[in-house]
């Protein structure tokens, strides 16, 4: 059982450049997420889809796009990096969204650095 | 807005002995979850321990025990016998309840490091 996958593990991009963080879960999950971590301010959620086929922006969606074509995949999409996007972006799933006690399972993590 | 604060940058305890980790949270949803993450060098997040708002009792997860005071609006977490393999970084993050297609996010705090001495 793999629970969340994201690739790459680590990517050095120059700015300017399109780049597209994959992540797949196979825990059928409907809720999926992506966060930034960045140091001193904890993880940020970025987008997110509740469930196949919708998108939802969260607190700091600004150069950033996603899809949700189907319940495993949630790409994330930097049409343009630039040296701020700096972070290392965590994906996560949760089995449903509408209630509070729900679990989030979050993948191993990419580190981005733009240059 | 919800928010989520974690004051204490960094932490240290003597292996064997007990921490408290400070969360105080704010929201006018009288419906929420409050959630500890650790995440470890290797960068991972785990789950430690959940606490709904209705809950009657402070919840407990092993040596984890989430310290929840309502009417303060905090949720500190508790981590007695502490070991060497606890060094990590923790996380307080809250859960509304979501409606429509708001989506179940998580606000996460800033974030403690927490050092264990042998």
């Known amino acids: 059982i793999a629970g969340i996958t994201q690739a790459p593990t680590s990517q050095i991009l120059a700015a300017g450049r399109r780049m597209t963080l994959r992540c797949t879960q196979d825990?059928?999950?409907?809720?999926m997420y992506w966060y930034r971590q960045d140091l001193g301010l904890g993880l940020r959620l970025i987008h997110y889809?509740?469930?196949?086929?919708?998108?939802g922006k969260g607190e700091v969606p600004d150069g950033y796009s996603v899809s949700r074509a189907n319940t495993d995949d949630f790409p994330l999409t930097l049409a343009s990096a630039v040296p701020s996007q700096t972070s290392v972006y965590f994906c996560?799933?949760?089995?449903?969204?509408?209630?509070?006690?729900?679990?989030?399972?979050f993948g191993p993590g990419t580190r981005l650095t733009v240059l | 807005a919800q928010k989520i604060t974690q004051t204490q940058p960094g932490m240290f305890v003597q292996e064997k002995e007990a921490v408290t980790l400070d969360c105080t949270y704010d929201t006018s949803d009288p419906s929420y979850g409050l959630f500890w993450y650790k995440q470890p060098s290797s960068g991972e997040m785990i789950f430690l321990i959940y606490q709904g708002s209705y809950d009657q009792q402070n919840a407990t997860e092993g040596r984890y025990s989430l310290n929840f005071q309502k009417a303060r609006k905090s949720a500190n977490l508790v981590i007695s016998a502490s070991q060497l393999g606890d060094s990590a970084m923790y996380f307080c993050?809250?859960?509304?309840?979501?409606?429509?297609?708001?989506?179940?996010?998580?606000?996460f705090g800033q974030g403690t490091e927490l050092s264990v001495k042998p």
């Open positions: 889809s509740n469930t196949a086929g919708t998108t």
């Open positions: 993050a809250m859960r509304e309840r979501s409606f429509g297609n708001q989506g179940g996010k998580l606000i």
């Open positions: 996560a799933s949760s089995d449903g969204a509408g209630g509070p006690r729900i679990e989030q399972f």
């Open positions: 825990m059928r999950h409907n809720a």
